[in-house]
């Protein structure tokens, strides 16, 4: 085989190489964005996950919060009029309870 030949075929071999290798290298650094990329969605994600979780516990407690005070108000009126018809009727409720107990 003549020797240009066999020049020609080295660097035909060196060019596939360095194509090869631009490749593999162009391989590895895809792999490298898409971990890095699958890294920061997941931090993403788990942090709007967490900061909805958040909220939703916060607003659980605004509710359960204004709820009790609403509750709170209900009883208070509630035990007022009751104590305010106690006071009116004590003594009718105490005397009609003692004539049904003398018949």
């Given at each position: 085989?003549?020797?240009?030949?066999?020049?020609?075929?080295?660097?035909?071999?060196?060019?596939?190489?360095?194509?090869?290798?631009?490749?593999?290298?162009?391989?590895?650094?895809?792999?490298?964005?898409?971990?890095?990329?699958?890294?920061?969605?997941?931090?993403?994600?788990?942090?709007?996950?967490?900061?909805a979780i958040r909220e939703a516990l916060a607003k659980g407690e605004r509710e359960k919060v204004e709820k009790t005070a609403r509750l709170a108000?209900?009883?208070?009126?509630?035990?007022?009029?009751?104590?305010?018809?106690?006071?009116?009727?004590?003594?009718?409720?105490?005397?009609?309870?003692?004539?049904?107990?003398?018949?």
């Amino acid at each position: 085989m003549p020797d240009h030949m066999i020049r020609k075929l080295i660097e035909i071999d060196k060019s596939a190489r360095q194509k090869v290798e631009a490749v593999q290298k162009e391989k590895d650094n895809l792999e490298e964005f898409l971990a890095t990329a699958r890294r920061t969605l997941l931090r993403e994600e788990t942090e709007k996950t967490e900061t909805a979780i958040r909220e939703a516990l916060a607003k659980g407690e605004r509710e359960k919060v204004e709820k009790t005070a609403r509750l709170a108000a209900d009883f208070d009126e509630t035990m007022k009029n009751l104590e305010t018809r106690y006071a009116d009727n004590r003594d009718a409720w105490i005397d009609s309870l003692f004539q049904a107990c003398l018949e």
